[in-house]
């Protein structure tokens, strides 16, 4: 069975880090680009952060630019999302999914996790 997996959410407070990752079941993430993407309460999904196949490239949403990293480690089947300074506005159902175009348009992802919930909260 294909599957991606998410995990690393929680409750963190403001100014906290928090590191998820992805890993994938079934398949090896080596060949797609993958992206992070996240969906607030009566907010449609945005994407976060993506890193192409190989790595030599990222990309990140105005809103995350400084904060977050993207990284992956193909030798584990899994990549990474390090958020830094992690404001409230954050908060969201974060969701890895991959594709065979690099970029964050939500519509080239073909494979999704199910989502970990990240909750930014004092």
């Known amino acids: 069975q294909l599957q991606l997996v998410e995990s690393g959410g929680g409750l963190v407070q403001p100014e906290k880090s928090l590191t998820l990752s992805c890993t994938a079941s079934g398949f090896i993430l080596e060949p797609l680009s993958i992206g992070w993407f996240r969906q607030a309460p009566g907010k449609e999904r945005e994407g976060v952060a993506c890193?192409?196949?190989?790595?030599?490239?990222?990309n990140f949403a105005d809103s995350v630019k400084g904060r977050f990293t993207i990284s992956r480690d193909d030798a584990k089947n899994t990549v990474y999302l390090q958020m830094n300074s992690l404001k409230p506005e954050d908060t969201a159902v974060y969701y890895c999914?991959?594709?065979?175009?690099?970029?964050?348009?939500?519509?080239?992802?073909?494979?999704w996790g199910q989502g970990t919930q990240v909750t930014v909260s004092s």
């Open positions: 999914a991959g594709s065979h175009s690099y970029g964050l348009q939500k519509k080239w992802y073909a494979y």
């Open positions: 890193i192409s196949s190989g790595g030599r490239s990222t």
